[in-house]
């Protein structure tokens, strides 16, 4: 038995995500931006920032050139898959998931609530930016079903808590069912 490949993408989807010579996935690595801008997040600089990065993303000549060829629907659906490889990938960090340099690996449920947290803060970040217009409306769905999908069957009550928690969260996610 062999492993199954992955459909392929279209050539501009494909170079969009990643890059012309494949020399890494630009879709996490907005993810990563996003998230690691939101870890930082104290005050107006960073949230400017975080709207830079949205209104970057968008623009980029081979985003606009996928979503020419292919649409929006498939580009967001790589968005997805990109949001559930970070998230996955998280998972399985020993430096994301451990504790006092790496020796105590953290409880599988603490690690669930630390990543709920951190999707949490990213959205409060999207939505304090006042960045989420236009095709950003979207991105606050396709994080928190990206750390779902990384996280199923279990993962939903940590997430709920976490933007229960968070106002700015709160209305990033009223803005995108609103999209």
């Known amino acids: 038995m062999t492993d199954a490949q992955p459909p392929a993408l ?12 494949h020399d ?3 879709f996490v690595g907005f993810w990563l931006q996003l998230v690691t801008q939101a870890r930082q997040h104290h005050g107006r600089s960073d949230t400017r920032q975080a709207r830079r990065i949205m209104d970057r993303f968008w623009t980029r000549p081979d985003i606009r050139r996928a979503l ?3 649409g929006l629907p498939a580009v967001k659906e790589q968005l997805l898959d990109a949001a559930a490889v970070y998230h996955g990938t998280c998972l399985t960090d020993p430096q994301y998931s451990s504790t006092m340099w790496r020796t105590n690996r ?5 690690l ?6 951190e999707t949490a803060d990213t ?4 939505a304090d930016s006042q960045g989420l ?6 991105l606050p769905t ?8 990384a996280l199923a069957p279990h993962g939903a009550e940590e997430l709920s808590r976490a933007v229960a928690a968070n106002p700015s969260a709160v209305r990033a996610l009223e803005v995108a069912a609103d999209a």
């Open 68 to 70: 020419e060829s292919v």
């Open 112 to 117: 669930r609530a630390k990543m709920a947290r």
């Open 123 to 126: 959205l409060a970040l999207m």
């Open 142 to 149: 396709l994080l928190t079903d990206g750390l779902l999908q």
């Open 24 to 26: 890494g996935d630009r």
């Open 133 to 138: 217009s236009g095709m950003s409306r979207q």
């Open 10 to 21: 279209h050539p501009d989807l494909d170079r969009a995500r990643y890059g012309k010579n």
């Open 106 to 110: 953290i409880e599988p449920e603490k």
